[in-house]
C-alpha cells in the first residue's frame, strides 16, 4: 500500500501451522504485527506463544470468529493480554495502517537483509530483501554475508520501479554482479567488508524458555538457531541457568547482542518455540569437530 509517498510491505506466513518456520520468518522481518483472531485454535494459541518472545508491537484484531473474553483468556501472561481488542474493519485498519509511525533509522553503514534470490534472463541475479540500515546505492560493492564474496549492486528496483538508491525500511530488488541466485540464502546480509562478525560457536544469555514448550533444554539436544533470517540446526554443548553453549553446523552472520530464539521443529504436541536469548559470545571455529555438526 503507497500513501503520500511511504510505502507499507505486508508479509503473512502462508505456510503456517504446517510450516513452523514461516511464521519465524514473518515475524523477524516485521516491524509491527497484526495479529487477526479468526478462530481459537491451536495456529492462534502457537502464535500467541511465538509472539510472546518478541519485542515486536502487536496490534490484535477480533472477528465474528472469536469472543472477546475467550481471547483475553488464550492471551492472559502474555505480554500483550491488555492490547485492545478491535474489532475487523478492513478501511479503517488500512487507516491504521497507513497512520503507523516508521520505525526509527539505526545508526551506522548500509545493511540489507536478503530473503530470496532468483536468475533473470538478460539480468543476471536479482535478490529480494530489506534495506536494514542506511542507504543501498547503485554500484555499491559490498560483502554477502556470511560468505567472503564480494559484489556489485547493478541496479536497484523497488515496487517495479527502478531507482538510484534505497533508504531504510525499503523493499527491494537487487540485481547483483559476482553472485549466482543459488548462492545466496536467505538470511544473508549485503553490508561493507567490516562491522559484522561470523561464528558456528555460541553463547547464549538473558535466557528467556517459552512458559508453554514441553520439552527439556540439556546437553546433547538438537534444536533451530534462529539469528535475524537465519534458521539451521544446533547442537547443545552446555546448558546451565541463564548460559547455553551451542554449536550450528556452519557459519552465520551473527553479531555479540544480537537476539536468538531456539525452536523444537518435531515438538507435537504444543508451541515450537523454545526461548528467547541473547548472543553474548560469537566464535568461528574453523575445524568444528564431528560431534558438533547436525
Known amino acids: 500500500m503507497t500513501r503520500d509517498g511511504q510505502v507499507l510491505t505486508t508479509v503473512e506466513p502462508a505456510q503456517f501451522p504446517e510450516k513452523f518456520p514461516s511464521l519465524l520468518y514473518a515475524i523477524a522481518l516485521a516491524d509491527r504485527v497484526l495479529l487477526v483472531v479468526t478462530a481459537l485454535d491451536r495456529p ?68 540489507v537483509r536478503l530473503d530470496h534470490a532468483f536468475p533473470v534472463k538478460g539480468v543476471g541475479t536479482v535478490a529480494l530483501g530489506f534495506v536494514q540500515r542506511g542507504t543501498l546505492h547503485a554500484h555499491d560493492r559490498l560483502r554477502l554475508w556470511p560468505t567472503e564474496r564480494e559484489v556489485e549492486v547493478r541496479s536497484i528496483q523497488s515496487q517495479d520501479v527502478d531507482i538510484r538508491e534505497a533508504s531504510q525500511g525499503t523493499r527491494v530488488g537487487v540485481a547483483l554482479k559476482g553472485a549466482d541466485a543459488d548462492e545466496i540464502s536467505r538470511g544473508q546480509i549485503l553490508a561493507p567488508a567490516t562491522g559484522h562478525t561470523i561464528g558456528n560457536r555460541f553463547v547464549l544469555r538473558a535466557r528467556r524458555d517459552s512458559r508453554y514448550y514441553r520439552g527439556r533444554v540439556d546437553e546433547g539436544a538438537q534444536l533451530q538457531l534462529l539469528v535475524g533470517l537465519q534458521l539451521l540446526p544446533a547442537r547443545i554443548e552446555s546448558a546451565v541457568p541463564d548460559r547455553l553453549e551451542l554449536t550450528t553446523d556452519r557459519p552465520v552472520v551473527a553479531d555479540r547482542g544480537d537476539p536468538a530464539w531456539l525452536s523444537d521443529l518435531s515438538a507435537a504436541p504444543g508451541p515450537r518455540l523454545v526461548g528467547r536469548a541473547v548472543l553474548d559470545e560469537v566464535k568461528l571455529d574453523t575445524h568444528p569437530s564431528t560431534s558438533s555438526s547436525v
Do not use: C, I, N, Q
Not at 478491535?86 to 548500509?110: N, S, Y
Open 44 to 111: 492462534f494459541a502457537e502464535s500467541v506463544a511465538t509472539l510472546d518472545l518478541f519485542d515486536t508491537p502487536v496490534s490484535v484484531y477480533l472477528t465474528g470468529g472469536a469472543g472477546e473474553t475467550e481471547v483475553r483468556r488464550v492471551l492472559k501472561g502474555s505480554r500483550f493480554e491488555s492490547a485492545p481488542l478491535t474489532p475487523l474493519d478492513l478501511p479503517h485498519l488500512r487507516e491504521e495502517l497507513m497512520g503507523w509511525t516508521p520505525p526509527p533509522v539505526p545508526d551506522g553503514p548500509v545493511s
